[in-house]
């Protein structure tokens, strides 16, 4: 059964930290990694991932992943109140389709 | 371009009811998914669809759910003879074709009574 395992499970942190999620994963036929932020509503795409070692950026957001460890982490520089949400890494794998298996998400707090 | 879009937002049913939630895709989009998010749990998947098509079914509980997606209108996740255990935030996503990210509607919340 595929496996996506995320931590830790929730952080708070201050205005202006980094922060780094971790996801790790056990998967047949791996496909591609996807983050997404949910802020008690629809999941927002995030990035998509699918080689090894090449950064995906956005403003402050960033993502790498590892093929070979089979993890991904999730990187926020000055983090900002609004950065408060979960953060969802879900893995498409399998050789039917694309179902995506999510982990249990962090739940980030960012204080002012 | 507008987003997924489900409806209804909210819907309340009696134990023993029929919900019927909706589903329409962004425009351009042909595969949808549906997700099931139980309360303090993650995301779930339950059924891949394509126009007509039952692609991937594999998370749908055995009896009394049922997915389609017709060739004209949204697509439609249906649920006989609800039951409390059902209580939970249902998520329609698309994506244009396999290999492309999914985007997520706002979800129903079913609240069985």
């Known amino acids: 059964e595929d496996k996506v395992v995320q931590s830790p499970l929730s952080l708070v942190v201050h205005e202006g930290d980094t922060v780094t999620l971790n996801c790790s994963y056990e998967?047949?036929?791996?496909?591609?990694l996807l983050w997404y932020k949910q802020e008690k509503k629809a999941p927002t795409f995030l990035f998509m991932l699918t080689s090894s070692g090449i950064e995906k950026k956005s403003g402050r957001l960033s993502s790498i992943l590892d093929k070979k460890e089979l993890f991904s982490i999730l990187n926020i520089t000055a983090t900002q109140t609004g950065d408060s949400a979960v953060y969802l890494c879900a893995v498409e794998a399998g050789f039917s389709g694309s179902r995506l298996t999510f982990g249990e998400g962090t739940q980030l707090t960012v204080n002012p | 371009n507008a987003g997924v879009m489900q409806n209804p937002r909210h819907l309340v049913r009696r134990r023993g009811q029929e919900a019927r939630l909706r589903c329409s895709p962004m425009?351009?989009?042909?595969?949808v998914y549906w997700y099931r998010q139980l309360p303090e749990e993650g995301l779930k998947f339950m059924v891949y669809l394509q126009k007509e098509n039952i692609i991937d079914e594999s998370g749908m509980p055995k009896e009394r759910f049922s997915a389609e997606f017709p060739k004209e209108g949204p697509s439609i996740l249906r649920i006989q003879q609800v039951v409390r255990g059902d209580s939970a935030a249902y998520f329609c996503a698309s994506s244009p074709d396999t290999a492309y990210e999914q985007y997520f509607g706002p979800g129903t919340r079913l609240t069985v009574t």
């Open positions: 425009k351009g989009h042909s595969h």
């Open positions: 998967v047949t036929n791996f496909r591609s």
